[in-house]
């Protein structure tokens, strides 16, 4: 099994790619809304102290957020439909970025499944630092609030939105 140096090493070559700051909703700092999900193979949930999602990368890395690191002490769950659900696979390591601080800078955590998924459903990395393109629609996923009363689902929410 790999260690901790190959999710630094991963870690340190997609951070680049990841400095987009998505956000809607009447708190700015916040996802709202969505509808149910349909089928995303490359999506892992972390359920655990707190409920966080995250992206398969690789065969057995899932990118997520560094401030998630209570979600991912024990099981990930692999393509969710709803809270406790999809293939259940534990936790190897979780490895946040050497920068991560508080103040929730360099918010980006690499996590090694002990095993690989059966889906088998990697979402490719974006190497072109110029994309997304400002308003450029992308596709939101998560178990946050549906509205601005603090609701939460138990299915999985998806969320067209533009890039800000």
Known sequence: MRGSSFLLLLLASWCRALEVEILSGDDPTSIVGG?????????????????????LIHDDV???????????????????????????????LAQPHPWYATDQTHDIMLVQLQTIPKTGAVIPMNKDP???K??????????????????????????????T
């Open 134 to 163: 400002l308003s450029t629609t992308v596709l939101a996923l998560g178990f946050g609030h549906i509205n601005n009363h603090g609701e939460s689902p138990t299915q999985l929410q998806e969320l067209k939105m533009p890039v």
């Open 130 to 132: 110029s994309l997304p």
């Open 62 to 92: 899932v990118l997520t957020a560094a401030h998630c690191d209570t979600a991912w002490t024990a099981n990930a769950y692999i393509d969710p439909p709803g809270l406790w659900q999809g293939e259940i696979i534990p936790v190897a």
């Open 35 to 55: 509808t149910t999900a349909g089928t995303h193979p490359y999506f892992v949930l972390g359920l655990d102290d707190t409920i966080c999602g995250g992206s």
